[in-house]
């Protein structure tokens, strides 16, 4: 097969629509949350805007064709991301966060549970909301270590043909729904066993919504992402039939994997978003401004270089998450390494280059006013969500590199293309 990174047309066609949505919809999004003074007030501004975007037919759009959607696979993502993200962080994270919030029903549900849950987010209508409540207070990086450890808090106990879960999750997007009542979907990680090791204890339990007995302690106020909700909940006494249960009691640790590694990719096409969007505004200042000058800066070496380097690098970043996103579509067995690698070096990297634009620009980019300042904040967290780099290095691509049978060369002459 040889090596070709043209689009098919109908993959053409979908990025210039994401592009128009964007800019006819999207671009909404600073001009209503920007002046609102608390996060809550700033989320409960983007449901309008969120709710144009499913009447549109863009979450159906990101959800696979199999299960009733319309998206071929994960470069269909990338695709509509990087458009949708380059405009606005927020509600573009909402409706990504959908399709993470239901990546453990689509993976392991049974056709039953499919049925039973999947329907409100292929239709277009309505704001669904659907959320993975993983992390938890004091954070989650050990979720699965044995004991003395405390490992995953939160905790469901059989009673009778029910589950009763207690505990807390924190950083979990659109975990409070826009109600506070819970998204119409939310699949918890938690402990089902007191005394078996951790690859039997973890399971991932589906909760609907409106969720008795869940609790918005306080929506966090973040640095970057303003106007998209990241609560901290609590879940006391939550009760949901035993059939809820994905898969079977302690098969949690393999489904919370298998659903961080797609968005992984994902990650670094949110990164690379932010830098096309801090490209794009530097090289128009450059080309525009003299700042007190004979000519446009971009006439002075320096600029021009900067620029060109920030284009290398993105131009990596993307098709590095291209092929990430090709070798999970074929189930090649790279496909996880270049999906971490896709979210690391693509976060990381975002962080370089769009402070090194900021240069190009000057102290005007320090400014509120500027859009520089918004980009950078909003791609300062890509390091750090969906597994921050430290931890993927330690748990993930550290383990990797451990195997017995890792196979350096499969990344690059295996089935990943």
Known sequence: MPIDFTLTPRQCELRLAARELAQRVLTQVGPATRALPTPEQRWTATRPIYQQVVAEGWLRRILPAEVGGEAQGMLDLALVAEEFTAVDSNVSLTLFAVTLGLTPLLAAGSPEQLGEHLSPFLKPEGAPLAAFAFSEPGGSANYD?????????TTAVADGAEWVLNGAKRWVSSAGG???????????????????????????I???????????ECSLDLLGH????????????VRVPKRNILGTPGAGRAIVAGSFTPTAALVGVFALA????????????????????AVPIIQHQAVGYALA????????????????CHAL?????AAAELALHAKVF??????????????????????????????????????????????????????LLAEDGYDPSASYLGASG
Not at 181 to 194: I, K, M, Q, W, Y
Not at 369 to 387: H, K, M, S, T, W
Request: glycine letters at 10%; one cysteine or more.
């Open 226 to 237: 303003r106007a998209h909700q990241v609560p901290t909940v609590t879940l006391r006494d």
């Open 145 to 153: 270590a044995p004991a003395p450890a405390e490992g995953m808090r």
């Open 329 to 333: 579509d074929a189930g090649s067995p």
């Open 346 to 399: 693509g976060s990381e990297t975002a962080v370089r280059v769009i402070t090194d634009l900021m240069r190009v620009v000057g102290i005007e980019s320090y400014s509120e006013q500027n859009p520089l300042a918004e980009i950078l904040r909003d791609a300062l967290v890509y390091p750090l969500f969906d597994g921050g780099n430290l931890g993927v290095r330690r748990r993930q691509l550290h383990a």
């Open 206 to 216: 589906l909760v609907p919504g409106p969720v008795a007995g869940l609790t918005v």
């Open 274 to 293: 932010k830098m096309r969007a801090a490209f794009e505004f530097a090289l128009e200042f450059a080309k525009g401004e003299r700042r007190g000058g």
């Open 309 to 324: 380097d920030a284009k290398g690098a993105m131009e990596a970043v993307r098709y590095l998450c291209w092929k990430a």
């Open 178 to 204: 826009w109600d506070g009542a819970g998204p119409e979907l939310l699949a918890v990680v938690c402990r089902t066993s007191d005394s078996a090791p951790p690859d039997l204890a973890l399971s991932v």
